[in-house]
C-alpha cells in the first residue's frame, strides 16, 4: 500500500545511508531464454538506471536542504524520477523476464515510491534467478523494515551477514537509521518492537565489530 506518509518515512530513513550502487547487468545468458539480453535490452537498462540514480540524488539533495520549500522540491523530484524508471523497468521486465538486474532494480523503484508489496514480488523475481543475489537480499530487507516485519529483516540480516559482509554492514546502518526514526516517531509500530530491534542492532553491532577485529587479526597473523 502506498501512502505520502510512507513515502517520507521511507525517505528519511534511507537518506541516513547513502543508497546501495545497482550492479549492471551480467553478460551471461538470460535465466530465462537462455541468452544474453541484447543491446537494445541494455541500453534500456542504463537509461532507467540514470533515472534511478537521478532519484537517489535528488532524494540526497532533499536530505541536506535547508528550508522545507528546498526538500519538498527535492523530493518531489526524486519521486518522479523513481516513478519514471519504475515505468522504464516494468517494461524492461516483461520484454526480457529472465534478466534478474533488472526485477531487483523494479523493486527498487517501487519501494523507494511506497509500493512496498509490489517491491517484495519484484524482489523474490529476482533471488528466483539469481539465488543469493546480495543487493536483492538487502532491498528485501529495506522493504521489511518499511512494512514493520522485523523478523523477516533480522532474517535478512544473517544471511547477508554469512555471505556479504560489506552489504550486511550497510543494512546494519539502515537497520539503526529506522530504529533511530522510530523512536523519535513510532508511528502504528509498537514502541516495545522498537526497543527489541534496537537492543538486537546493538547485540549485532557487537559481534561485526568483534569478528572484524578476529578477521584482522587472523590477516595480520598470516604475514609472520
Known amino acids: 500500500m502506498r501512502t505520502a ?15 546501495w550502487s545497482i550492479p549492471s547487468p551480467d553478460a551471461g545468458d538470460d535465466a530465462t531464454t537462455g541468452k544474453a539480453p541484447d543491446a537494445a535490452a541494455m541500453a534500456r537498462y542504463s537509461e532507467a538506471l540514470a533515472l534511478l540514480k537521478k532519484g537517489d540524488a535528488s532524494e540526497q539533495q532533499a536530505a541536506s536542504a535547508t528550508s522545507a520549500v528546498a526538500r519538498k522540491a527535492a523530493l518531489t523530484d526524486s519521486q518522479n524520477a523513481y516513478t519514471e524508471a519504475k515505468i522504464k523497468f516494468a517494461t524492461l521486465v516483461a520484454e526480457n523476464p529472465g534478466m534478474a538486474e533488472a526485477w531487483n532494480s523494479l523493486g527498487y523503484t517501487q519501494r523507494k515510491t511506497g509500493f512496498y508489496d509490489d517491491a517484495l514480488a519484484s524482489y523474490a523475481k529476482a533471488l528466483e534467478l539469481k539465488p543469493g543475489y546480495p543487493e536483492a537480499l538487502e532491498y528485501r530487507g529495506e522493504a521489511y523494515l518499511r512494512l514493520n516485519r522485523i523478523a523477516d529483516a533480522k532474517q535478512a540480516y544473517l544471511q547477508l551477514f554469512s555471505s556479504n559482509r ?36 546493538q547485540e549485532r553491532s557487537q559481534i561485526a565489530a568483534q569478528t572484524a577485529s578476529l578477521t584482522r587479526a587472523g590477516a595480520a597473523e598470516s604475514w609472520h
Open 5 to 19: 506518509a510512507a513515502i517520507i518515512l521511507g525517505s528519511a530513513l534511507v537518506l541516513s545511508v547513502p543508497a
Open 166 to 201: 560489506t552489504i550486511s554492514d550497510h543494512f546494519l546502518k539502515s537497520m539503526q537509521a529506522w530504529v533511530r526514526a522510530k523512536s523519535k516517531a513510532p508511528g502504528d509500530t509498537d514502541p516495545a518492537q522498537v526497543r527489541e530491534l534496537q537492543k538486537w542492532v
